[in-house]
């Protein structure tokens, strides 16, 4: 496992400890999420972006036309 410094002000450092404390984590835990959320979302764009290139605009728009159509058929 790596260490990586985190410089930040007095009042950053101190509400990085409150949120911490409030949702019963640590400041490692706080950043150890941001960072797997952050890193989630790249690949998550990535696999879209390469989808895309591959894709089929009009078989999706199709797909899009099915799904609104369940959608508002679906009882409330």
Do not use: W
């Not at 989808?51 to 605009?57: E, I, L, M, V, Y």
């Not at 999706?60 to 369940?70: A, D, S, T, V, W």
Request: proline share 4%; charged share 30%; hydrophobic share 35%.
């Amino acid at each position: 496992m790596k260490t990586i410094p985190y410089r930040c002000d007095e009042s950053r450092h101190k509400a990085l400890l409150s949120v911490a404390r409030e949702s019963g984590t640590s400041v490692q835990r706080l950043f150890d999420n941001f960072v797997t959320h952050v890193i989630a979302e790249r690949q998550a764009e990535a696999r879209f972006l390469a989808r895309q290139q591959r894709g089929n605009p009009t078989r999706g728009r199709k797909l899009l036309m099915e799904i609104r159509q369940r959608l508002s058929q679906k009882p409330t």
